[in-house]
């Protein structure tokens, strides 16, 4: 199973990247958003994106995906200390939302549940 992570912290990206490797996931991690225009040809089977990014709101990028028709079914899950989340993620149709900070256990459910270990 292929997770894509979008997150501009380095300590975080390290982080989760690092978790999501150990659990048996092929992980593809990326500061700043830019590995969306290569998504086609990494087929992610689920997409963990911060909501505060550099130069676009993960929400943004979330909305975007969403119409596109090779994308839509590609479960989003929005990743943010900011108020409100669930609501946020809901408007820009993430699958589901992950608040910061959160424990390696909340981490790992929540990629197993739309993205199951074979």
């Known amino acids: 199973m292929k997770i894509v992570i979008i997150e501009d912290n380095p300590d975080i990206l390290d982080i989760i ?13 990326c500061p700043d958003g830019t590995i969306v225009k290569n998504l086609d040809k990494i087929n992610p089977d689920v997409i ?13 990028i979330c909305r975007q995906l969403k119409t596109q028709s090779e994308f839509k079914e590609v479960p989003v899950i929005l ?3 900011i108020p409100h989340l669930a609501k946020l993620a809901l408007q820009c149709g993430a699958d ?3 608040e ?3 424990n390696i256990q909340d981490l790992t ?5 739309y ?4």
């Open 17 to 29: 990247d690092y978790i999501l490797k150990d659990v048996g996931y092929e992980v593809f991690s």
């Open 48 to 60: 963990l994106l911060d909501e505060i990014l550099p130069s676009v709101r993960g929400s943004e």
């Open 79 to 81: 990743v943010s200390t």
């Open 96 to 98: 589901s939302y992950l």
């Open 100 to 102: 910061k900070p959160f």
């Open 109 to 113: 459910n929540i990629i197993e549940q």
């Open 115 to 118: 993205a199951p270990k074979a």
